[in-house]
Nanobody
Framework: QVQLFESGGGLVQAGGSLRISCTAS?????????MAWFRQAPGKECEQLIA?????????YYDESVEGRFTISRDNGGNTVLLQMESLKPEDTAVYYC???????????????????WGQGIQVTVSS
């Protein structure tokens, strides 16, 4: 496991944009792992998977609720994972978590239990 850190959240008006980032502690490379973004909306018990990027970036998945508005990508040699969020809606309000696939060189699983390292979460609030 590795400690992950999210940054860049905050408050934005509906229709606005935000970019959140995920990095790892120390020199732990994320570039060899698929990464995902989940979110947990207020009052919801479970995290919702919203985006996956494979270790090499060749496979990208979006939940239909964010497809066309959110973009997942890698930077810094693959060791920073970004989520660019456009055309934000009030229903995007949630705590957003990045997570690392437990397997090396994976395409990115769809089940939360397949991710073994999680960030502490960052709040994104979209006002109407």
């Amino acid at each position: 496991q590795v400690q992950l850190f999210e940054s860049g959240g905050g408050l934005v008006q509906a229709g606005g944009s935000l970019r959140i980032s995920c990095t790892a502690s120390g020199r732990t490379p994320l570039s060899r792992y698929a990464m995902a973004w989940f979110r947990q909306a207020p009052g919801k018990e479970c995290e919702q998977l919203i985006a996956i990027i494979s270790w090499n970036g060749n496979r990208i998945y979006y939940d239909e609720s964010v497809e066309g508005r959110f973009t997942i990508s890698r930077d810094n040699g693959g060791n920073t994972v970004l989520l660019q969020m456009e055309s934000l809606k009030p229903e995007d309000t949630a705590v957003y978590y990045c997570a690392r696939d437990r397997s090396l060189y994976g395409l990115g699983p769809s089940r939360a239990r397949e991710y073994d390292s999680w960030g502490q979460g960052i709040q994104v609030t979209v006002s109407s």
